[in-house]
């Protein structure tokens, strides 16, 4: 059944060539202006705009850069943090709780995405579902985010390379770095997409190598022939950690819940960036196939990689071993991983490098996706007139070159590092990212709450979407407490044993960030929440079926694909 098909039954569509003014259902308006399909169809047909540059051989790169731009530094480098504070039980816990509130976020967003696959980015389903204002407050809060987490990744390069040498000055590794993502991303979003599938590819292959390793070392295959098996599970190193016993004076039930819980917070700052999938889907071919594929992958790579990574991790590494990279300690190079702490305490010396130069591909890798997902964010902005008009221009590659800009310069932020300290900054980094993320994470939540009333409203039954999430409407609920409570709680640390003023401000500003724009939006252009029987479901959805039609029409037109190429597609 076609998506006009849907229209039809649900007595919006009337096969005229443009939409009618006005939609009535039980006696209820439902705009949908002509003049916006108009818009849509103009921006289609226009230079000045993002390309639809992610082929149908790239639907990797959709599912790819989710995965390029969320694996890096919070699993990487900071699960070492949170091996420390909860101990082998608690990192797998916690980091399996939070990857169940990531997954209901994703099947929430790729059902969304996969009926409406615009170019505006999440703010664009906030402004259509919820509110104008809610809209600008989400755009606003996730392009913080993006300015935030790129330089954090470019701190964590500096981390990383310092295992090597120390005899370059740091900066100038940091320009270095920010110098090519930059030229990558100028290049136009083919470059960036293939680029980006080989980075990821990488990045995958050096994760399951690192799974088996870390399985092969505890198994008793390194050079000590030392079984390790669950030593680490066993007192003092497990099963759970603590954290802020000196504060809280002993190590009893508070400081091992103390320590489960700063798990909680270090795992939302690792899973936060795989809802980026929702801005990629305004430069993706055949989107509503590529978006539930894209979505049915992130299921399997939370469960291998994320709790398999932390768990491996929980084997091999003991919670107290002192080189694990922590937030309050000066530690750098070989200590940045938890994962080449497990290779050093066996003995093995040629693969910490080997594993440190992966490591390194992975931060640049999350660099490259973060700044371009802050460059589209900021486009999707300026194109609904909640940004500077400048920075919808785009150039003849389809980039967006102002937005750009203004994003490489805010990488910049990486230089802090060299005057506070590279863990004291990356650890007020993951406070502002974890936040900035959580408050997305919730309007992802709170949309689709919204678009399934809708749904209803409309008499439109879930099971003929292009993709129906599963567990709803309880995933999205459950996905909105979860995360509010994350959030709320996520600075404890910074009251317990004294006031810690820096930690306290970066854990929490984003939530006044977020009101402030909220309210200056709606006091200023006198929005309010938008009505369940005014919600627009339709504009511009007949274009980008239209688009799609004639996509399939040109693929239907190609050679058949042989087998080896269609196994290499679905990897």
């Not at 259509?128 to 390069?157: E, Q």
């Not at 590092?417 to 993320?437: C, E, I, P, R």
């Not at 939006?521 to 007949?542: A, C, E, H, N």
Request: proline letters at 5%.
């Amino acid at each position: 059944m076609s998506h006009l098909d849907d229209e039809k039954k649900a007595g919006v569509y009337d096969g005229s060539p443009s939409p009618s003014p006005s939609i009535k259902k039980n006696g209820a308006n439902v705009v949908e202006t002509e003049n916006e399909d108009l818009q849509e169809v103009s921006e289609l047909q226009s230079k000045d705009t993002l390309h639809r540059g992610l082929k149908a051989r790239q639907v990797r790169p959709i599912s790819m850069i989710a995965l390029g731009g969320a694996v890096g530094t919070g699993l990487i480098i900071g699960s070492g943090t949170a091996l420390q504070r909860g101990g082998p039980l608690g990192i797998l816990i916690g980091y399996s709780f939070v990857g169940l509130v990531c997954y209901c976020c994703m099947i929430a967003l790729g059902e969304m995405a996969a009926w409406l696959p615009h170019k505006k980015g999440f703010s664009g389903y906030a402004t259509r579902f919820v509110d104008p204002a809610v809209g600008f407050a989400l755009g606003w809060n996730y392009l913080l985010k993006y300015l935030i987490v790129t330089p954090n990744n470019i701190n964590a390069a500096g981390v990383v390379i310092r295992y090597w040498t120390s005899s370059v000055h740091m900066a100038i590794w940091m320009s270095i770095f920010i110098v090519f993502i930059f030229v990558i991303n100028l290049l136009g979003v083919r470059v960036f997409g293939e680029l980006e599938f080989w980075f990821s590819s990488l990045k995958v292959l050096t994760l399951i190598g690192l799974l088996f390793m870390s399985i092969i070392i505890d198994l008793g295959g390194n050079p000590h022939h030392d079984r390790i098996g669950f030593r680490y599970w066993n007192p003092p190193d497990g099963p759970m950690g603590t954290y802020l016993e000196k504060k809280i004076g002993g190590e009893g039930a508070l400081s091992r819940f103390l320590g489960f819980w700063a798990v909680m917070v270090n795992a939302l700052f690792a899973y936060i960036g795989t809802e980026l999938i929702g801005v990629t889907v305004g430069e993706a071919q055949n989107p509503r196939k590529n978006i539930p594929t894209a979505i049915r992958r992130t299921f399997w790579r939370i469960l291998v990689f994320y709790v398999g990574g932390v768990f491996c991790v929980g084997l091999t590494v003991p919670s107290r071993n002192k080189e694990l990279f922590s937030a309050t300690q000066q530690k750098t190079g070989a200590a940045a991983s938890p994962f080449v702490v497990a290779a050093s305490l066996v003995g093995i010396k040629a693969l910490p490098g080997l594993i440190n130069a992966c490591i390194l591909i992975f931060v640049l890798s999350a660099a490259n996706s973060d700044l371009y997902i802050g460059t589209r964010t900021l486009y999707a902005l300026a194109i609904e007139g909640k940004a500077p008009s400048i920075f919808r221009r785009v150039n003849r590659w389809g980039v967006p070159l102002p937005a750009l800009i203004l994003c490489t310069v805010f990488c910049s932020l990486s230089y802090l590092n060299v005057a506070a300290g590279t863990a004291k900054v990356f650890g007020y980094f993951v406070n502002l990212v974890s936040t900035f993320g959580a408050i997305t994470w919730m309007c992802i939540a709170v949309c689709h709450i919204r678009f399934m009333k809708v749904l209803k409203y409309h008499g439109i039954d879930r099971k003929t979407l292009p993709y129906m999430a599963p567990f709803q409407p309880y995933g999205s609920w459950f996905a909105l407490i979860a995360t509010a409570i994350i959030t709320f709680f996520k600075g404890f640390d910074t009251l317990v044993g004294g006031f810690n003023r820096a930690n306290f401000i970066t854990s929490y500003i984003g939530l006044p960030t977020f009101f402030v724009c909220w309210a200056g939006y709606k006091l200023i252009k006198r929005t309010k929440v938008i009505p369940i029987d005014q919600v627009d479901l339709f504009t511009g959805k007949r274009v980008i079926d239209e688009e799609e039609e004639h996509f399939l029409a040109e693929e239907a037109l190609k050679p058949p694909r042989t087998f080896l190429q269609r196994l290499w597609d679905g990897m």
